[in-house]
């Protein structure tokens, strides 16, 4: 059957927006914080409550559960044959997010298959939600990790063994938290991917358009820097005798702005996190740790930024008579999505009367990870004033609907994917 075909046949299935409404708001009442966003940092308590609630609406749907070596969560509708067509994001969330991000994409899948379910449609193929680990990577880098390990693109060892910026090792938490499953890594490949995921950004707002067909996804080079000074006095040490990390810290940060001015463009660079030791208001510190978030849609000027980088932490070691080590914490290259998902996101959300427009991803998502096994491709609704990761991330309601809407029929659509004709 051509692309879409079955899909052609159920252009009215609609999805149950009450319920997905319900469910949106129900994981959000799983660790909420202040302003209604949520805190469950990747398998934490917190994360192993959300997980279990979406376990739960999964087993309720009666579908097929497993749980891999990572903690990555795959409920299959095991109807047709063949490969599934798979769906999904995460719900672990960085420590002020909002309840939309990744959240949003699992439970519209979710919602897809109840809707077919409903109306006795049987697909000629599975259909599966993803709920991937770790995808912020807040907790344990890189991000994406969960999905990451699903594509054999990191080894389930090598990913056990991480070591979590509060000390914890991702394996002992996994155990301790009851989702270190049986299911091997890598995971079985899909036919098709398809994530839905709020924008996050301020693009499709500022151009008063709903949906995103979102195009490729930018290059991420995460580090950690460390910083080795001379701890001393506040009060005693001469301005000139000091060795200060945090002073070094500072002018790095500073660095890191003007070189995304200088650069221009998608440059963005960003320290999130910076950690003093001892931290004390009389003494110069011994150390300073911080993280180092540079990203650009392309790879060559993401190149030049992180040798631009070096070549000044190396200046400044001197210059400071500091020690600097650093660590890398995540390095993906920007993905291109399929042009055949692309183009069914686009048509169909035309279809569905939507305004949309191409465009790329500014931040990471699981779909990065799964278009290197399968064609993969991914829908944008608008962020309000583009905010995220912040507990004010608001998506209005019909956004939300529009998008799960054109979820299910890119789903549908995907299942009569010929995957022969690339
Ligand atoms: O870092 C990111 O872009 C995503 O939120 N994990
Ligand atoms: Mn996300
Ligand atoms: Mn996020």
Avoid at 30 to 54: F, H, M, Q, W
Avoid at 71 to 100: K, L, Y
Avoid at 144 to 171: F, N, R
Wanted: hydrophobic share 40%; proline share 5%.
């Amino acid at each position: 059957m051509p692309v879409g075909d079955f899909r052609n046949k159920h252009l009215d299935l609609k999805i149950n927006s009450r319920r997905l409404h319900e469910r949106i708001n129900a994981l959000a009442e799983v660790s909420p914080i202040e302003g209604g966003g949520n805190c469950r940092l990747a398998l934490t308590d917190e994360d192993k409550d959300g997980r279990d609630l979406v376990v739960a609406w999964m087993r309720e749907l009666d579908l097929e559960v497993t749980i891999d070596a990572i903690g990555n969560i795959i409920g299959t509708w095991n109807v047709g044959s063949g490969q599934s067509v798979m769906s999904g994001s995460h719900i672990d969330t960085v420590r002020t997010g909002g309840r939309f991000d990744g959240c949003y994409g699992v439970l519209a899948a979710l919602e897809a298959i109840e809707t077919c379910k409903d109306a006795n449609v049987i697909p000629p193929r599975p259909l599966a939600v993803g709920i991937f680990t770790d995808e912020e990577g807040a907790r344990f880098a890189p991000d994406m990790l969960g999905s990451l390990v699903y594509v054999g693109g990191m080894s389930t060892e090598q990913a056990l063994d991480v070591v979590a910026i509060d000390g914890a090792k991702l394996g002992d938490e996994l155990v301790r938290i009851g989702y270190a499953g049986p299911t091997p890594c890598p995971g079985a490949v899909p036919h098709a991917f398809v994530e839905l995921h709020i924008e996050q950004g301020p693009m499709l707002e500022a151009n008063d358009v709903r949906i995103g067909a979102v195009t490729s996804v930018q290059g991420i080079s995460w580090q950690e820097v460390t910083i080795h000074g001379q701890s001393n006095h506040a009060g005693t040490t001469p301005m000139s005798l000091r060795h200060d990390p945090a002073y070094v810290a500072a002018e790095i940060t500073v660095f890191l702005r003007n070189l995304a001015k200088d650069l221009g463009g998608d440059q963005v660079c960003t320290v999130g996190k910076i950690d003093l030791h001892p931290n004390l208001t009389n003494v110069v510190p011994a150390r300073a740790t911080l993280t180092l978030d540079v990203r650009n849609t392309d790879e060559k000027l993401l190149k030049i930024a992180e040798s631009k980088i070096k070549d000044f932490l190396a200046q400044i070691a001197i210059s400071e008579g500091v020690e600097i080590k650093t660590r890398e914490l995540a390095r993906f290259e920007p993905v291109v999505f399929d042009d055949r998902v692309i183009d069914l996101v686009e048509e169909i959300a035309k279809e569905q009367n939507n305004s949309v427009q191409r465009m790329p991803s500014g931040a990471g998502h699981d779909a990065q990870m799964l278009a290197r096994v399968c064609p993969a491709g991914m829908i944008f609704v608008p962020s309000v004033k583009g905010i995220s990761h912040n507990a004010a991330e608001f998506t209005e309601e019909a956004d939300l609907n529009a998008g799960a809407n054109i979820l299910l029929h890119t789903m549908l659509a995907l299942t009569t994917l010929d995957s022969t004709d690339k």
